[in-house]
């Protein structure tokens, strides 16, 4: 069930380089099988030269997200809220999508707010700027933490302690038209971030911050 039937072997309104390009062809995928023998998750993309990196697949699997001091890492914050930035994986290859991580690290005492709010109430957010060679997907947030304010006489969906936000990255196809001789080997991603420390008396100004995170990009393999 997993080539690809989706585009007619014999549709004339289709071209005969698509129908043999795409009719027939696995969909690339991967499946993540436990200690049991059972199937855990799959990844599986549309076309045929996307692929899930392996970083990815590794902290999705074990159910933890690593931060390695080989990868990639921005950081920024003070005393309340540290927020750093760090890829799943130690560069970026074309089509292959990674996880970029973008975690907030909250002091004891201190929580920051995350949606859905009323308003008048700053939600943590993060989000890849527009950069010209790299396609990202929709921030994946973890699940808030519903906390009751008294003194309020409300209740908010708060974020404590640390918390990862996982926003899917790639390399697109506008490298295949960077000059060969002047490819670069790095690129820097601009990651915007929103949040508003807060403590059981005092919230503090909201801050909006930009890490800029310096990612290497793997060699293409490239036909002769």
């Known amino acids: 069930g997993i080539l690809n039937t989706t585009i007619p072997p014999d549709d004339p309104a289709i071209s005969p380089a698509t129908q043999r390009g795409f009719y027939g062809l696995p969909f690339p995928g991967v499946y993540v099988v436990g200690t049991s023998g059972g199937v855990t998750e799959k990844f599986f993309h549309r076309h045929y030269a996307t692929r899930t990196s392996a970083g990815t697949i590794r902290d999705s699997a074990i159910g933890q997200i690593l931060a390695r001091h080989e990868v990639p890492t921005a950081e ?18 074309f089509e292959s999508t990674s996880n970029l991580y973008v975690r907030f690290e909250v002091a004891d005492g201190y929580h920051i707010y995350g949606n859905p709010l009323p308003d008048g109430y700053i939600a943590s957010t993060a989000h890849i700027a527009s950069t010209n060679g790299v396609r990202s997907g929709d921030p994946i947030y973890p699940p808030t933490t519903p906390r009751q304010f008294p003194e309020l006489g409300v209740t908010l969906n708060v974020y404590e302690g640390t918390t990862d936000i996982a926003i899917p990255i790639a390399l697109g196809s506008e490298i295949l038209n960077w000059p060969i001789e002047n490819k670069p080997t790095e690129i820097e991603i601009p990651i915007e971030v929103v949040y508003q420390a807060c403590s059981e008396t ?5 801050r909006r911050e930009t890490l800029g995170l310096q990612i290497p990009i793997e060699a293409l393999e490239m036909a002769r």
């Open 76 to 93: 920024l914050g003070d005393s309340q809220v540290r927020v750093s930035a760090f890829l799943a994986d130690q560069g970026l290859k």
């Open 202 to 206: 005092v919230c503090y100004v909201p």
